[in-house]
């Protein structure tokens, strides 16, 4: 399945909710009370009763709710669908359920407070409930400040940095380590999204310039943004969809492909057979430049990405006082 989707779901006289779900997961997070539990019993209802539950949904496509103990039965019935799941799933955690999820036609909408490392979300597609009377709809819950800089708060840090930290070593760490060798500033990997968090908390005197994928980084968002609000002069998070898109967006690729795809992503990907637009974006620039000196592989960049006219379109993307 491919495209956004937008939502209208009612109950007779009652509770409304509209919003739009742009992409093949999508994250509802919230306190109790907010309206979550409502939405996905709405949902539910319907999936159970159809009109006869009083409650109408209004999409392009299925909306459905998973109900039943035994998921993955049920989940198996369900195609081109979006499939509303609640944080009571005994197995929402489990690397199962996220098999499950890699490789299929539909989109979920996944009502939770916990976070999901085992699935690869975007920041983007994390929201809450806004509610003005009885009519509900979805807002994100991290805002981009300008220059794919995420922050809890306005105000971005404004000094220098002396380190930019990437969440790996391979290809993205590569580029921006050549770039920053006569700058003064280090470039370190942290091995992993995870590991970020990690990193962080053992670096916690140094100014910090952290640039990771933004199409998968959902599960650690959160966590990050915590502890940028305790050092909101000395940690930025840069979260750009990706590495390979950073690429692709500073024009050093050109195709019809990538034009269409940069223009409109969600048009483009298939979430059967990408899991993430990060994974997509991989794969859609290494097939735009095999044969040619801009071949990519996440082992090893090639040089002609590191050239001065090459690497300063990626830097302005990004451009941060010291960080050029």
Request: net charge neutral; glycine share 6%; hydrophobic share 40%.
């Amino acid at each position: 399945m491919r495209g956004s989707f937008e939502v209208n779901v009612s109950r007779r006289r009652g509770t409304k909710y509209r919003f739009t779900i742009r992409r093949n997961i999508t994250i509802v997070r919230g306190d109790s009370g907010t309206g979550k539990t409502t939405l996905y019993e709405m949902i539910a209802d319907h999936t159970r009763l159809g009109e006869q539950s009083g409650v109408t949904v209004q999409c392009e496509c299925p909306c459905v709710a998973l109900t039943d103990s035994d998921w993955k039965s049920q989940l198996s019935a369900f195609e081109n669908s979006i499939v509303f799941i609640d944080e009571g799933l005994r197995d929402l955690l489990s690397h199962d359920f996220a098999k499950a999820i890699e490789g299929s036609s539909n989109y979920y909408v996944i009502i939770t407070r916990a976070d999901l490392p085992a699935l690869p979300y975007s920041v983007n597609e994390i929201y809450r409930i806004k509610t003005s009377g009885k009519f509900h709809s979805l807002v994100p819950l991290y805002v981009d400040r300008g220059g794919y800089r995420y922050s809890l708060y306005k105000a971005l840090p404004k000094r220098d940095f002396d380190v930019l930290l990437t969440e790996d070593s391979r290809s993205g760490h590569q580029f921006f380590e050549r770039r920053l060798r006569e700058s003064g500033i280090d470039c370190e990997a942290a091995g992993s999204n995870a590991n970020v968090l990690n990193w962080l908390d053992e670096h916690a005197e140094e100014d910090i310039f952290v640039i990771a994928d933004g199409a998968a980084f959902g599960a650690y968002a959160d966590r990050v943004f915590k502890i940028q609000g305790l050092r909101r002069d000395s940690l930025v998070v840069c979260l750009p969809e990706s590495f390979e898109w950073l690429l692709l967006k500073a024009g050093i690729v050109k195709s019809n492909a990538v034009e269409e795809a940069l223009g409109n992503p969600g048009q483009v990907i298939e979430s059967s057979e990408h899991v993430s637009w990060e994974r997509f974006f991989t794969d859609l620039v290494k097939k735009e430049t095999a044969g040619t000196p801009f071949a990519y592989k996440k082992s090893e960049l090639a040089e002609a990405y590191s050239v001065e006219k090459n690497a300063a379109k990626v830097m302005a993307l990004i451009a941060c006082r010291n960080v050029r």
